[in-house]
């Protein structure tokens, strides 16, 4: 999944379309994207079945709707949200509210069990070898950006999914806070599993500890060598990282996980599941509707609508 959402104009597009958005003309429009570049991300979405084009009656014009592995993001997208509006929320109200048609609530999404619906904590999981297990070095390509390029991210309408993917959004800054969920909690360790060149772990290991994910524990004074351990703030992205996880195992694993998670308070093996802290019932796009907190005219954004 990181291999879609760390690709800021991808993920930009794709937040887009949970909004409504289906036109080649309504994208650049939102999120004032050059064309060639708006191209070559819809014919990358089309071609990864994120994206299917379908014939309208007007003229030759194509829209761009999210197949069904598409709409399936939208879960993951919600949990990293609900992460942004706890901890990255700019002001006192989030972007966005969201109300469960489902049972007419307001809904704050969590991230749970599949088997006993309860939300998930790091401490409450652990975890097994799968099928699917193995090692293979990391793909070279657009992933390797440098993390400056976060801000992108931002671009059009205010999003609290953005804020998170502006920490976790970079494929090494990912991996790092990944290896922490593993314990690897030391540089040296950290640099083995992941053959991360020491400049760009260093600046990583920096940049985390700035933005609140980890904070330093010395444990050995000459040389200086420290410990990186996750802050609460930094274990509540266990959330959203099963979720992506979750994603990845149904669209990507061919049946043959990586992973298998146990849940010690219930004693089962299980899949994360987003759902409503209202009613227990699995977030769909379908299901969701929205009002917004900032005015949608000032950022070319659509206005309040259902997810569809």
Known sequence: MLDIVSDAWAFLIIREAFFGTTTFEAFRSALEIPRATLTDRLRKLTRLEIFRQVATHVGHRKEYRLTKMGFDLYPSF?????FGDRWLSVSKRPPLVLV????????????????CSSELEARAVTYRDGPGAGR????????????????????????SVSRALQIIGDKWSFMVVREAFFGNRRYDKIQSELGIAPNILTDRLSRLVAQGIFHRLLYQRAPERYEYLLTDMGRDLYGPLVAMLAWGDRWHSKGKPPLLLHHSKCGHDFHASVICDKCHKPIIAAD?????????????????????
């Open 288 to 308: 969701m509707q929205y009002r917004l907190n900032y005015d949608p005219e000032a950022y070319g954004a659509l206005g309040p609508r259902s997810i569809t």
């Open 136 to 159: 293979k070095p990391a793909k070279p390509g657009r992933n390797t950006r440098r993390v400056s390029d976060g801000s992108r991210f931002m671009m059009g309408r205010p999003s």
């Open 100 to 115: 469960h048609r489902s049972c007419g609530c307001e809904s704050r999404p969590i991230v749970a069990c599949s088997e």
């Open 78 to 82: 919600i949990a990293l949200m609900q």
